[in-house]
């Protein structure tokens, strides 16, 4: 290898939307058709880990996901690439004998090596965590100066819904009106620590890539929906609106209500696609005949809602069957994971500790150690006689617990054990 090897490690997490995304103005420039807001998960039980390296000795561009060599020469990568190229500075490290002017980035290639600790392209917003991940870490190799809004305006041109990735907390991508997309970027609503009672589990029902990509899905529902017109233009608006106030105000019942009628119509509207999508179905399953797991999960929130004085859990899915499921504290996290190990138990040959991941506390406080505890746990007392007779393990593939969390994060350079790509070739390791 010739000369030196300069790089960064960055982690950024992924986000889910409480109000949707979906649809696109432009499709080069990646304009929204309307607002959106999300809210930030823990990086520390979903994150990329991006490390991104510089160095005279590097005749191209190359990038690795997941171990797996990929090509850069999608419109998307490129488009990432050459902007914040065009925002790189002066670099100098005098110890080392590094120094990077400005004009040299254009001529540099750099290698890129990300990580995602969750699966990819399976509805878990790895594109989010992703493009996020890729754009901040190249910002800091370049010595780029652009406020985490510049930088999400960047990151949107990689995947619309990693703008919202450059914060913790709840955010909101704002669609902006300007051609060029210049106004089209996120702003942080409040910080991860704004409303920390919140804890978010989400059900893996399938890790499976899904068969429509949001991008090919959302490019059909502009081009057939006449209901997306209707939500761009007057539903969503007013949510917006009051999905700001539930948040600033820790109204749970308003933030619930918003949150699960958003991603039902965010459904409806796949539905009202010709032809029609269905992201909520797994059609691969093998029980056509039972309701699917999505249908129970929402039929089990719904009826916990009302039979509580006032919402206990919001319910949210994006553009494959995993719920996301938000308790309003962790005492009805509990109460939640309860109810969902009691519908859908582990399959005969998992253990628990590979079927609640993240943050296992919560399932202490539920009281379950292991399988003999989910045997035991008596049927919801919302559900009366309404119990099913069987109850199938195997339907969820694992549940992840977590919570909002914080925003992108320089891993310490002086740790290189973090770094993805070795200090002396520039390949992964
Ligand atoms: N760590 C990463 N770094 C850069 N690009 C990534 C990374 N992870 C995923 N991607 C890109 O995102 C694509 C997957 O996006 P896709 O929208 O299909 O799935 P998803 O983001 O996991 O699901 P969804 O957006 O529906 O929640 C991958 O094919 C890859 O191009
Ligand atoms: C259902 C969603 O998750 C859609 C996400 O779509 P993507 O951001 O993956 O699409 P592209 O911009 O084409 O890359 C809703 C959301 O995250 O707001």
């Not at 979906?22 to 991006?50: A, F, M, Q, Y």
């Not at 005749?59 to 902007?83: A, F, H, P, T, V």
């Not at 509580?308 to 938000?326: C, H, K, R």
Request: negative net charge; aromatic residues 6%; glycine residues 6%.
């Amino acid at each position: 290898m010739a000369g030196w090897i300069h790089m960064v490690t960055a982690r950024t997490p992924t986000n889910i939307a409480v109000i949707k995304y979906w649809g696109k103005r432009d499709e080069s420039l990646i304009l929204p058709v309307n607002d959106s807001i999300s809210v930030t998960l823990d990086p520390e039980h979903l994150c990329t880990t991006t490390t991104v390296a510089v160095s005279p000795g590097f005749d191209q561009d190359r990038m690795w996901l997941n171990g797996k060599e990929i090509s850069l020469s999608g419109g998307r990568y490129q488009n990432c690439l050459r902007e914040i190229r065009a925002r790189a500075e002066d670099f100098e490290d005098n110890e080392r004998g590094i120094k990077i002017a400005k004009q040299d980035w254009q001529k540099l290639r750099v290698h890129i090596a990300s990580y995602n600790n969750f699966p990819t392209a399976a509805g878990l917003a790895s594109s989010a965590a992703g493009f996020a991940c890729l754009v901040f870490a190249l910002a800091k190799l370049m010595n780029a100066k652009e406020d985490p809004s510049q930088l999400s305006a960047i990151a949107r041109q990689g995947s619309g819904s990693a703008c919202r990735s450059l914060y913790g907390g709840f955010v909101k991508w704002i669609m902006g009106k300007e051609e060029n997309g210049s106004d089209s970027l996120a702003v942080q609503l409040v910080d991860e620590n704004h409303w920390d009672d919140l804890v978010i589990i989400i059900a893996v029902v399938s890790s499976r890539q899904k068969e429509t990509s949001s991008t090919t899905g959302m490019r059909d529902t502009v081009e057939t929906s006449m209901l997306l017109q209707h939500r761009a233009k007057e539903v969503v608006p007013k949510r917006i609106v009051k999905m700001e106030e539930a948040i600033q105000n820790h109204d749970f019942s308003s933030f619930a209500q918003l949150t699960c009628s958003d991603s039902n119509q965010f459904h409806a509207v796949c539905l009202d696609t010709c032809p029609p999508i269905f992201y909520m179905n797994d059609t691969s399953h093998r029980q056509i005949i039972l309701l699917h797991p999505c249908c129970r999960i929402i039929s089990c929130i719904e009826k916990w809602n009302r039979s509580e004085e006032s919402p206990q859990v919001a319910y949210t899915f994006d553009a494959g069957p995993n719920a996301v499921l938000i308790a309003r504290n962790r005492k009805t996290a509990a109460l939640l994971l309860q109810r969902m190990l009691y519908f859908f138990p582990p399959s005969a040959d998992t253990d628990m500790s590979s079927y609640v991941l993240g943050d296992k506390s919560i399932l202490k406080d539920a009281g379950i150690q292991g399988v003999n505890d989910v045997e035991a746990l008596p049927p919801p007392p919302e559900m009366k006689d309404k119990v099913p007779a069987q109850r199938n393990g195997g339907e969820v593939s694992y549940f992840i617990c977590t919570r909002p969390g914080r925003g992108p994060l320089l891993l310490s350079e002086a740790d290189g054990s973090l770094a993805l790509l070795d200090h002396s070739t520039g390949l992964p390791k």
